[in-house]
């Protein structure tokens, strides 16, 4: 797969800090993607006491959300796990899997962060700017910003603040179940990032792209 930007993984932390604010400037932040047929989950688990990375990534039909594909990489652990830092822990192996897929995704969504992220550079946003594929980052917790609660309805949401901008939205993908948290990573802008994790989700709180990522990066080997 062809990469768009490229850097050392091999960096200090205070390094990949200001990789962040240097890379976010190239963010794409409105609609900038084609009609989306297939749709990657990607999500990252850990082997061998934390020493192993073990990325999956699992491309769906979309709307169908039948699975095309999956692709499993491991990578040895370089990075230690700092909160705001994840994507350099685990993108050398997430990248490694997209590798070997047959073709690539036309669009991409994390299990993490976009730019609702106290640098607005999440793993989503730092992932397809490196690859060039829309992104969008679906999360189970809030990193940074404030919000209301959304109405207990499918598909409501409110809007993530942080810093007097809207950096994403508080999302209720379910009667009765926790929100999730979807920023744009790149090439998306809010309103399809949330439109596409809604066409992602069937009974379950998690988009099916996820779900099927999940069960390949953190199920049995």
């Not at 047959?102 to 991409?108: F, G, I, M, N, Q």
């Not at 950096?167 to 179940?177: C, E, H």
Request: aromatic share 6%; hydrophobic share 45%; charged share 20%.
């Amino acid at each position: 797969m062809k990469r768009y930007f490229s850097h050392p993984w091999a960096l200090a932390p205070a390094e990949a800090v200001a990789l962040q604010r240097e890379l976010r400037a190239h963010l794409i932040l409105t609609d900038h993607l084609e009609p989306v047929r297939r749709v990657a989950g990607v999500d990252v688990g850990f082997e061998a006491a934390g020493t192993v990375t073990r990325a999956a990534v699992a491309v769906l039909r979309y709307p169908e959300l039948d699975v095309l594909e999956t692709a499993i990489a491991r990578r040895p652990t370089a990075f230690p796990y700092i909160p705001g830092l994840l994507s350099f822990r685990e993108l050398p192996a997430v990248l490694a899997a997209l590798e070997q897929l047959r073709e690539p995704p036309d669009l991409l969504l994390c299990d993490g962060q976009g730019i609702a992220h106290p640098r607005r550079f999440g793993i989503a946003s730092h992932l397809g700017l490196l690859v060039d594929i829309p992104a969008i980052g679906v999360a189970k917790t809030r990193l940074c910003g404030t919000h209301e609660e959304p109405p207990n309805q499918r598909g409501a949401w409110t809007p993530l603040w942080g810093q007097g901008e809207i950096i994403g939205a508080v999302l209720r993908s379910r009667i009765g179940v926790r929100p999730l948290y979807v920023s744009p990573g790149h090439r998306v802008g809010l309103e399809t990032a949330i439109a596409y994790v809604m066409g992602c989700c069937t009974r379950y709180r998690l988009p099916e792209t996820t779900r099927h990522a999940h069960r390949l990066a953190s199920g049995p080997r």
